[in-house]
C-alpha cells in the first residue's frame, strides 16, 4: 500500500541546484531546464508527489548559497515550499531502530563499504543514508554520476531496504 502519496521521493542538494538557479550560475542552462521540469512536475498537485529534504541536504544548498553569494537560491527553496505545501518535508531524519541494518550508522558505513567513491563524499553518503532509511521514500533524485551508476551501490541499498521491509528505492536522475 502506498499510502496518500503516489510516490514519495528525495531529493538531493545536486538536483535542488539547478532546480532553483534561475540564473544558471552553477548549473548550465540545459540542467537548469531539465531540473525546472522535475520541479514543475512535483509542485503540481496533480501528480501528488511528496518530496523530502533531508537537514543534510538543506545544510548543503544553505553553504552552496552563502559561498556563491546567491541567496536567490533559498528564496526559490521558499517559493517552492509555499508550492508544494504540506507535500514538502523539510528537514527530514530517519526514524533510528535498534536493528543493525536500520541503525544509521550501521547503514552508512555498508554504503561506505561498498563504494569508495562516497568516501570522498561524505556529504553523498549521509543524503543517501536518510533516503535509504526512509520507510515512505521510493525515488531518490541525483545528478551525482558515481552514485546513478554504481550497480553494487544499488544492491546494497536495495537488500538493505528489503531487510528492513521497505519498498525498493529507484535512484533516478533528472530526466
Known amino acids: 500500500m502506498r ?6 521521493c528525495h531529493l538531493d542538494t545536486s538536483v535542488l541546484i539547478p532546480m532553483f538557479d534561475e540564473e544558471a550560475r552553477i548549473e548550465s542552462r540545459d540542467v ?3 531540473a525546472h521540469r522535475l520541479r514543475y512536475n512535483l509542485s503540481k498537485s496533480r ?3 511528496k518530496a523530502k529534504i533531508s537537514i543534510i541536504t538543506l545544510g548543503e544548498l544553505t553553504y552552496i548559497a552563502l559561498r556563491e553569494n546567491y541567496p536567490k537560491l533559498i528564496d526559490e527553496l521558499n517559493n517552492f515550499k509555499n508550492d508544494m505545501g504540506e507535500r514538502l518535508e523539510f528537514l527530514f531524519v530517519p526514524r533510528l531502530f535498534n ?6 550508522v550501521d547503514v552508512l558505513d555498508k554504503l561506505l563499504s561498498c563504494d569508495y567513491r562516497l568516501r570522498e563524499e561524505p556529504v553523498d553518503a549521509l543524503i543517501l543514508t536518510f533516503a535509504v532509511l526512509d520507510k515512505e521514500a521510493d525515488v531518490f533524485y541525483t545528478t551525482t554520476l558515481h552514485i546513478l551508476r554504481s550497480i553494487r551501490l544499488k544492491e546494497t541499498i536495495n537488500s538493505i531496504r528489503e531487510e528492513c521491509g521497505f519498498k525498493k528505492l529507484n535512484i533516478k536522475p533528472l530526466s
Open 99 to 104: 536493528n543493525n541494518y536500520r541503525n544509521f
Open 32 to 34: 537548469v531546464r531539465v
Open 47 to 49: 501528480y501528488n508527489h
Open 3 to 8: 499510502g496518500r502519496y503516489a510516490s514519495v
